[in-house]
């Protein structure tokens, strides 16, 4: 098998060097790099501490009562008792003084709890195990 490619390092004066560029083939490559220490590729030194995380700039809102946007949520929920359209449960978030937003990830994670079901595109209704969570008695007449 034949060598098709091959490197070779060896210090020259500038002027041999010029005289071998001069009459090299085109195809001929050369890497020039000077005697001065090589710099290094990162604008800070690797040994520069990072920045520490934002700070939190207090506890996450809670309605009036206490209580976060999913048990917020699940009690409305649960009171109904019938499907609820989307849009109101997002209305009834923000009347709590919840953002609006917070709706869809909200039912997003009682979904996934199994606390909500979707009985059709657009609503939430609480499940018996919500329910139960809650404190409710679904057979209980009033």
């Known amino acids: 098998m034949p060598i098709k490619k091959i490197q070779v390092s060896f210090e020259l004066d500038m002027n041999i060097f010029m005289q071998i560029l001069a009459h090299a083939p085109a195809n001929v490559r050369f890497e020039a790099f000077g005697s001065e220490p090589k710099q290094s ?8 501490p990072a920045l520490s995380a934002p700070r939190r700039r207090g506890k996450r809102k809670r309605a009036a009562n206490g209580k976060g946007a999913k048990e917020v949520l699940l009690d409305y929920l649960v009171a109904r008792k019938e499907p609820v359209r989307f849009m109101e449960i997002r209305k009834h978030l923000a009347d709590n003084g919840y953002a609006v937003g917070t709706a869809s990830s909200q039912l997003s994670v009682l979904k996934s709890k199994g606390l909500i079901k979707s009985p059709k595109q657009g609503y ?16 209980a007449s009033t």
């Open 41 to 48: 590729k990162y604008l800070v030194p690797p040994s520069t």
């Open 124 to 139: 939430a209704q609480a499940t018996t195990k919500a329910s139960s969570a809650v404190g409710v008695d679904n057979n």
